[in-house]
């Protein structure tokens, strides 16, 4: 699909909180929360001269041009503000996931040749400590909860404002802007080299496709309230988005309900950012409130009436329908304030859009999403691609999919089905400083994701599933995983799935229970006499499940359907190794921690 937006050839994203604030220096462009949990507005001419002291900061503490600059916290404020001050000063900056291990930390700093490290709190900075001696490049290691980032500020107030424009002034969109290391599924991270030109071809060309629909379809200001990981590319994108956008930005450090909820609630975005987890656990913690309030009968119906009407205003606005009939519109006008209402109020009460990422999140789902009253556009993307590659184009849903290639993306399918991406926002190359830096990643302009998928006739890509991770089994039949679990993790009942089958007789499923879930199922069924600790072998649970995956097996053949399942005594956490910060299954580690449990699967 050719560009929307006209390409930068000049300047690079140091130079946006500048431009915003000489346009609109008045214009709330973040908001930064308080210590009481409120949020402290701040305009464009405020972020910039605080990009402005940092950055001086950071050339008075002896960075030089080009160095790397390693960033290791939450969604925090101070992640952009370092973002942009490092850039400004002519940095690069490298993510750490604040979750991620000794070993990984000591691997991306190494590998980077990162020259200084900030992080969040004293304790990453402390567990760091043995490994500095094998980190001959790291001179610098400041925390953010010391206050270093304000004491950076002040470091380089004796220096004048020149020094940062002439770095500035040197940088262009083929300059470095960032190294990204990815999750490392299958082997030792590699780093992504995404440059300024990278985020702007990725950026103005989303901002471009979306942010006219919302602003011309809310009387409300956009406002985004961020909790993706900023030490994700997804995250990253969103937030250089809305700095370039002038749309109010927020931080919320973390994912956990009892956290996020009230983030949400006193923040209140109209836009959300999001992984299909979060989506499933709102429906899902919604559906057991009603259910515990004696009015699931009635949410059912609701729920049912959500969906077919996001699927009649899909097929209205594809040409494949009429639209909703007069008696859905009514029927969905009385569930409104009983169901749908205090769904969009659990997010904040303003939300009308959510762009979700990171896994499909099924047609149902996106169905009633759409019913409630929220929008939900799909979009599909690698660190590789800068964030997103593809999204669902406004107002033309195509429920399942994860839409069209975004403005200025080439999407195509190789002879085995791997979904081959070019574009200008596809990255330089990989990181190998053994190679004396950077090592193109697409020579012939496509970049082969290692992702399967498929193109309908209109253009509307689908994930079928990882071309690493398609199964063959013993009898030569191949099954793409990733669909069965996206279908069974929206289980309320179930936490994660991980299908298994690879050189084996027949397909087989692992999965993890939902706490919340299996608490409230057996409030709700007197299941009390079971210990919590067999809740796992008990009879009417492995019922439910059983029927579970008897559904999901009615979209495969016999060859593709689980057999067996086995439920683990232990959900997949990061903190084990089992997850990537990110929420992807780290297969290898989970077939060796539950070697047992796989072999007894296939036992008999």
């Known amino acids: 699909m050719p560009p929307f937006a006209r390409p930068v050839r000049h300047g690079s994203l140091a130079d946006l909180p500048f431009d915003n604030a000489n346009t609109a220096p008045d214009a709330v462009v973040l908001s930064r929360k308080t210590a009481d949990g409120g949020w402290q507005d701040v305009t464009a001419a405020q972020f910039a001269a605080e990009v ?73 900075a402390a567990a760091l400590g043995p490994e500095l001696p094998h980190l001959p490049d790291l001179r610098r290691v400041w925390v953010v909860e010391k206050g270093h980032v304000e004491a950076l500020a002040d470091a380089g107030a004796h220096l004048s404002d020149q020094e940062v424009e002439v770095r500035r002034g040197v940088l262009g969109p083929e300059t470095l802007a960032t190294l990204i290391h990815t999750s490392g599924t299958t082997g030792r991270p590699k780093g992504c080299a995404l440059s300024h030109g990278n985020f702007f071809a990725g950026v103005d060309n989303a901002v471009e496709q979306f942010y006219p629909v919302f602003k011309t379809r809310t009387s409300d200001d956009a406002s985004v309230l961020l909790f993706l990981p900023m030490s994700h590319v997804f995250g990253r994108m969103v937030a250089v988005a809305c700095v370039r956008a002038r749309v109010r930005l927020g931080h919320a450090p973390s994912l956990a309900p009892a956290d996020l909820l009230p983030d949400l609630a006193s923040f209140r975005p109209t836009c959300l950012l999001t992984i299909p987890y979060m989506l499933e656990k709102v429906f899902n913690t919604a559906r057991a409130k009603a259910e515990t309030g004696g009015r699931l009968p009635a949410f059912d119906r609701a729920e049912s009436v959500a969906r077919r009407y996001g699927e009649a205003v899909e097929a209205g606005q594809t040409g494949s329908g009429s639209g909703p009939s007069r008696s859905l519109k009514t029927a969905r006008a009385f569930y409104d304030p009983l169901v749908y209402r205090k769904i969009r109020n659990a997010m ?74 070019g574009g200008e926002h596809v990255l330089r190359g990989y990181w190998d400083p053994r190679a004396g830096g950077v090592v193109p990643a697409a020579p012939d302009g496509w970049l082969p994701t290692g992702d399967l998928g498929a193109l309908d006739d209109e253009g509307y890509l689908t994930i079928t599933g990882r071309k690493k991770e398609l199964i063959i089994t013993a009898g030569g039949k191949s099954v793409a995983p990733a669909p069965l679990e996206n279908w069974l993790r929206s289980h309320p009942l179930i936490s994660q799935v991980m299908v298994i089958g690879d050189h084996r007789p027949f397909v087989a499923a692992l999965i993890t229970l939902d706490f919340d879930g299996v608490t409230h199922w057996r409030r709700m069924n007197a299941r009390h006499q079971v210990p919590p600790e067999r809740v796992a072998e008990d009879p009417e649970l492995l019922a439910i499940l059983q029927r579970a995956i008897d559904e999901a097996n009615k979209m495969l053949s016999r060859p593709e359907s689980i057999r067996r399942f086995a439920v683990l005594p232990a959900d997949f956490t990061e903190e084990a190794g089992h997850l990537t910060p990110s929420m992807k299954l780290r297969r290898e580690r989970i077939l060796r921690d539950f070697a047992d449990e796989v072999e007894g699967l296939y036992a008999g």
């Open 348 to 421: 904040g009460g303003r939300v009308r859009y959510a762009i979700c990422g990171g896994s499909p999140l099924g047609r149902g789902l996106a169905a009633f999403y759409a019913g409630a009253g929220i929008e939900i556009f799909e979009g599909y993307g690698l660190t590789e691609t800068t964030g997103a590659a593809t999204a669902t184009p406004p107002l033309k849903p195509r429920l399942g999919t994860v839409g069209w290639p975004l403005p200025g993306t080439r999407i195509r399918i190789a002879a085995d089905g791997e979904i081959l991406v």
């Open 52 to 124: 402005l002291a940092v950055a001086k900061g950071l050339i008075s503490e002896g960075l030089m041009p080009g160095d790397r600059i390693a960033v290791m916290a939450r969604t925090v404020y101070e992640w952009t503000v370092l973002d942009f001050a490092a850039w400004a000063a002519g940095l690069v900056t490298v993510p750490v996931y604040p979750t991620a291990s000794v070993f990984q930390v000591r691997w991306i700093l190494h590998d980077s040749g990162a020259v200084a490290l900030i992080t969040e709190t004293t304790g990453q």
